[in-house]
């Protein structure tokens, strides 16, 4: 309450200075005082509520509530660039509060995240540390027991975007997979999911199951990466059905609604917040013959095509950029189409929709409407099919159907899906 008494005290100090210097009707009078306590009350109420909330913390960064449990264990870590406490690596932190990391494991674009989409990634030693790194992409994609040996504790702490091509859930179902064969406890640091908010999309069917989809889950599924690791163990979806032995640190302070900006780009070409809100929608033109921005500085956040000159007034020129994208598609050529910098990313937490429109209107604008789903890019995430979980979208669009058509198409499994979801929620 002491917020209220000092606002109110200031307030009426306020009020007595404005008394003595004018001369005031007593009904104005009561309507001034009447209007000081209301601010007074809407200035001491807001700070108590966000002194209740508190501020948001990583699983991460809440260093009691697992570091004495590593202690005196031989600990592998899966990690990238993204695992950061109080601003350096974890592993790098962990190492100074005295954990024992022996092996660590990184995702695509590699353990520094330097790596560009869809690059083979070579195991490797950690410069800085001396600690081997396996990398868990290409054709190595799950650790082998050799991988293994030694650890006695894995630890998970990689930040995910929300959307199922997003290749880093891929590898979680690996790991936890490696880890139930093998009888290793996996704690997961958990991370804010940025399109967390909403859920939506076609729900992948098994025949375009890939390493860009491995569950029955929507483009967006709305889960963290703890709450999505309870899905994989519940549903059965590891070999044999195993149950993975985990250990979730939670999140302090977090709903699904609550906005959060990644402190660090994800991957080389999610390298602003409004790429990562964009990309559930954005991704699936790389099934297309349209550039999404690779190859510039403002990767998910620009579509065209040298196709469209003389439709669309805006264009950019794709480039090769080492460590983002080096073989863009449409490489030195002038792209024409539409510039997403400006766009209201916030559509996305009121409409909780992706937007189908982007991809309707495009291809009935496209001159050669049969080379609109092919691409040049890599098979593994150029294919139209897997990107959408089902060979039904392609053709909707082919076919003219309506963006209403198409949502009602999703059902009923997208409320299935929502339904089974709440199961698996850690926060509100």
Same mark, same amino acid.
């Given at each position: 309450?002491?917020?209220?008494?000092?606002?109110?005290?200031?307030?009426?100090?306020?009020?007595?200075?404005?008394?003595?210097?004018?001369?005031?009707?007593?009904?104005?009078?009561?309507?001034?005082?009447?209007?000081?306590?209301?601010?007074?009350?809407?200035?001491?109420?807001?700070?108590?509520?966000?002194?209740?909330?508190?501020?948001?913390?990583?699983?991460?960064?809440?260093?009691?509530?697992?570091?004495?449990?590593?202690?005196?264990?031989?600990?592998?870590?899966?990690?990238?660039?993204?695992?950061?406490?109080?601003?350096?690596?974890?592993?790098?932190?962990?190492?100074?509060?005295?954990?024992?990391?022996?092996?660590?494991?990184?995702?695509?674009?590699?353990?520094?995240?330097?790596?560009?989409?869809?690059?083979?990634?070579?195991?490797?030693?950690?410069?800085?540390?001396?600690?081997?790194?396996?990398?868990?992409?290409?054709?190595?994609?799950?650790?082998?027991?050799?991988?293994?040996?030694?650890?006695?504790?894995?630890?998970?702490?990689?930040?995910?975007?929300?959307?199922?091509?997003?290749?880093?859930?891929?590898?979680?179902?690996?790991?936890?997979?490696?880890?139930?064969? @093998? @009888?290793?406890?996996?704690?997961?640091?958990?991370?804010?999911?940025? @399109?967390?908010?909403?859920?939506?999309?076609?729900?992948?069917?098994?025949?375009?199951?890939?390493?860009?989809?491995?569950?029955?889950?929507?483009?967006?599924?709305?889960?963290?990466?703890?709450?999505?690791?309870?899905?994989?163990?519940?549903?059965?979806?590891?070999?044999?059905?195993?149950?993975?032995?985990?250990?979730?640190?939670?999140?302090?302070?977090?709903?699904?609604?609550?906005?959060?900006?990644?402190?660090?780009?994800?991957?080389?070409?999610?390298?602003?917040?409004?790429?990562?809100?964009?990309?559930?929608?954005?991704?699936?033109?790389?099934?297309?013959?349209?550039?999404?921005?690779?190859?510039?500085?403002?990767?998910?956040?620009?579509?065209?095509?040298?196709?469209?000159?003389?439709?669309?007034?805006?264009?950019?020129?794709?480039?090769?950029?080492?460590?983002?994208?080096?073989?863009?598609?449409?490489?030195?050529?002038?792209?024409?189409?539409?510039?997403?910098?400006?766009?209201?990313?916030?559509?996305?937490?009121?409409?909780?929709?992706?937007?189908?429109?982007?991809?309707?209107?495009?291809?009935?604008?496209?001159?050669?409407?049969?080379?609109?789903?092919?691409?040049?890019?890599?098979?593994?995430?150029?294919?139209?099919?897997?990107?959408?979980?089902?060979?039904?979208?392609?053709?909707?669009?082919?076919?003219?159907?309506?963006?209403?058509?198409?949502?009602?198409?999703?059902?009923?499994?997208?409320?299935?899906?929502?339904?089974?979801?709440?199961?698996?929620?850690?926060?509100?």
């Amino acid at each position: 309450m002491q917020f209220l008494f000092d606002s109110l005290r200031a307030q009426g100090n306020l009020l007595i200075k404005i008394i003595e210097s004018m001369k005031f009707k007593p009904t104005y009078l009561i309507m001034l005082v009447g209007i000081s306590i209301c601010i007074a009350l809407l200035q001491a109420f807001v700070p108590l509520e966000r002194s209740i909330e508190g501020k948001l913390k990583t699983g991460a960064e809440q260093m009691d509530k697992y570091v004495p449990y590593l202690k005196d264990k031989r600990v592998g870590m899966v990690v990238n660039q993204t695992s950061i406490i109080e601003g350096v690596s974890s592993v790098d932190k962990l190492i100074s509060l005295g954990v024992k990391v022996v092996t660590i494991f990184g995702p695509e674009h590699g353990f520094r995240g330097n790596a560009s989409a869809g690059v083979k990634i070579d195991n490797a030693v950690d410069a800085k540390t001396g600690i081997p790194i396996f990398s868990l992409y290409g054709t190595h994609l799950k650790p082998t027991t050799d991988d293994l040996k030694g650890i006695e504790l894995m630890v998970f702490d990689i930040q995910d975007v929300g959307a199922r091509f997003y290749t880093y859930i891929s590898t979680l179902h690996y790991v936890m997979e490696a880890c139930a064969e @093998n @009888n290793i406890e996996l704690i997961i640091l958990d991370r804010p999911n940025p @399109n967390g908010f909403y859920v939506d999309g076609p729900v992948m069917e098994e025949k375009q199951k890939s390493f860009i989809g491995m569950h029955p889950i929507p483009i967006v599924h709305g889960l963290t990466i703890g709450e999505y690791a309870q899905m994989i163990n519940g549903e059965g979806w590891l070999i044999n059905k195993l149950k993975c032995k985990l250990n979730i640190v939670k999140l302090a302070n977090y709903t699904h609604q609550t906005p959060y900006t990644l402190p660090v780009k994800p991957s080389p070409n999610l390298n602003t917040q409004r790429s990562i809100l964009l990309y559930p929608s954005l991704c699936l033109f790389e099934g297309t013959i349209l550039s999404q921005g690779r190859g510039t500085l403002f990767p998910f956040q620009l579509l065209g095509s040298p196709d469209f000159a003389g439709q669309y007034k805006f264009s950019f020129r794709p480039i090769s950029i080492p460590g983002m994208s080096e073989s863009p598609i449409h490489k030195d050529k002038l792209c024409f189409g539409i510039d997403l910098r400006s766009y209201n990313v916030e559509k996305f937490r009121k409409t909780g929709q992706i937007n189908l429109k982007w991809l309707i209107d495009l291809y009935q604008a496209y001159p050669d409407k049969s080379k609109f789903f092919d691409n040049n890019q890599s098979p593994q995430i150029g294919n139209f099919n897997r990107l959408a979980g089902t060979d039904a979208l392609k053709q909707q669009i082919i076919d003219g159907k309506s963006e209403e058509e198409i949502r009602m198409s999703w059902e009923p499994a997208l409320s299935s899906y929502k339904m089974m979801r709440r199961s698996y929620l850690l926060y509100k």
